[in-house]
């Protein structure tokens, strides 16, 4: 069999299939391979312009690939990867290359790479971003690891990526793991911006009474301004959708019980680890696993009732709340590139947070307008410690800072349930407090534990005799 295709792809789901039609479009001969004849009739029927074919079994699929050969994984992260990797070793040769592209936590892609390169197989993690449509029109993707595989794949990739401005959607992240741990803070980003707007709908509807009509009008207002980014696009458009079964609107008959797939876990657990706090990503988790006890939340309703006051001027509290989505929106994305910034020292990554926040512009699912300006902060200062010393982002902080008080205030003082946007503006007087109250913490912790302290006024580690006469 003549060697032709330049990239072989496995797993030809929705977003294998896609990605493989994209790279087509642009001229690529590529195939695939998966063990669901269905999925190769499928790609088959969708790839008919360009003659598509895939492979029903694995070592034609490998010899059917020019060397040294392509190939990219998108699989269900986790042992099924393992699994993969396992079958394919025994077909490949010395330089050939895998290309993880699902959401494998770092970790693993950090031991794989290790094992592979004893092999001579370059191996690389890359993150996508963008969904079915974005794989199949132009995701974001995010490489890291082995450069010498990236450089190998870098022409498609570039083809294939979303263009803003010219520029694709794509960028070397850096050595190692970097590429899925940079994916997988994205995700906690995605995690705490949903949370963000739901907070949001939930004053719109039961703090404004706003039906559905003129909350989907109110996302689709603030789409076209300062808060124009993909997930208000598709939140404004989920408000016109209605059910055939029952004839109403689709929204007011899902469950109000949302899953996860862990990625927002994984990224909560890793800035535990490097003590950066992220609060407002923990709380989109936090918030997910609490509205799994539908049953236990509809008895403390009954039992705990918290009648609200009504809003005296409705326009003014929906400008306002406009103000709090964005001062929000600003602090998921300031917490998600601090952590990148942290874990960029601890695991010697050497992220480039503007080329990371210029590839997020376009293709991704957290895609803003916002993120020019977060572009723009970094390639300013590529040192910057924190969004919040830009300046621009400070003038635009200022602004909005009063408009956010006043929601967050009205929710607790009514009983609305705003974990993501409070902990968002505690987040912020948090890091704006010259002298916080943790001097206390500390000399408890040497009252109780001898655990030691440090003075203001002094070098040193001290202990004091707290059951002194002093007392």
């Keep these: ?42 790609l088959e029927e969708d790839g008919k312009a360009h003659h598509l074919k895939g492979f029903p079994v694995l070592a034609d699929f490998i010899q059917s690939l020019e060397l040294p050969r392509k190939v990219m994984l998108l699989v269900p992260a986790g042992q099924i990867v393992d699994s993969v990797i396992q079958e394919l070793v025994p077909l490949l040769a010395k330089g050939d290359m895998i290309i993880d592209s699902g959401n494998s936590h770092f970790t693993d892609t950090s031991r794989r790479a290790a094992e592979l390169d004893k092999q001579g197989i370059h191996f690389f993690g890359m993150g996508i971003s ?20 990236y450089n190998a794949v870098k022409p498609i990739l570039e083809a294939v990526a979303a263009k803003v401005n010219g520029d694709p959607c794509v960028a070397y992240i850096g050595p190692g793991a970097s590429g899925h741990f940079v994916k997988m803070v994205h995700n906690g980003i995605e995690y705490a911006i949903m949370q963000i707007l739901a907070e949001t709908y939930d004053m719109l509807k039961h703090g404004l009474g706003y039906n559905n009509e003129q909350i989907g009008n109110t996302f689709a207002k603030w789409d076209e301004g300062r808060l124009q980014c993909f997930l208000i696009e598709i939140t404004k458009d989920v408000f016109k959708v209605k059910d055939p079964k029952s004839g109403g609107y689709l929204i007011d008959i899902i469950k109000d019980e949302a899953m996860s797939k862990g990625t927002g876990k994984w990224t909560s657990q890793v800035s535990m680890d490097l003590e950066l706090p992220i609060p407002t990503i923990d709380e989109a988790v936090s918030a997910r696993d609490l509205s799994k006890f ?23 509290f929906e400008a306002q709340l406009e103000e709090a989505l964005y001062f929000a929106m600003i602090t998921c994305y ?23 926040s210029q590839i997020w512009r376009g293709g991704c699912i957290i895609r803003a307008a916002l993120l020019e300006d977060i572009y723009q902060a970094y390639k300013k200062q590529p040192n910057l410690e924190h969004l919040y010393a830009d300046a621009g982002i400070q003038h635009k902080l200022k602004e909005i800072i009063p408009g956010t008080r006043k929601v967050v205030g009205h929710a607790i003082q009514n009983g609305f349930a705003i974990p993501a946007l409070a902990s968002a503006l505690t987040y912020f007087d948090s890091l704006r407090t010259a002298n916080s109250p943790l001097n206390l913490t500390q000399a408890q912790r040497d ?25």
């Design 1 to 42: 069999m003549n060697n032709k295709y330049t990239l072989g792809m496995i797993g030809l789901g929705t977003m294998g299939r896609n990605l493989l039609l994209n790279m087509a479009d642009h001229g690529f001969a590529v195939t695939g391979y998966d063990k669901d004849a269905r999925m190769l009739q499928k």
């Design 130 to 149: 963008g969904g079915e449509e974005g794989a199949r029109f132009g995701p974001s993707m995010m490489p890291g690891g082995d450069k010498t595989a």
């Design 294 to 316: 539908k049953q236990l939340r509809i008895a403390l309703n009954a039992a705990l009732p918290h009648p609200a006051e009504q809003i005296s001027n409705p326009q003014e």
């Design 334 to 356: 300031a917490q998600g590139f601090h952590l990148l910034s942290q874990a960029s020292a601890a695991y010697q990554y050497d992220l480039h947070l503007q080329e990371i």
């Design 447 to 471: 009252f109780f534990g001898a655990h030691t302290f440090e003075r203001t006024d002094e070098e040193g580690i001290f202990h004091a005799d707290w059951n002194s006469n002093n007392l």
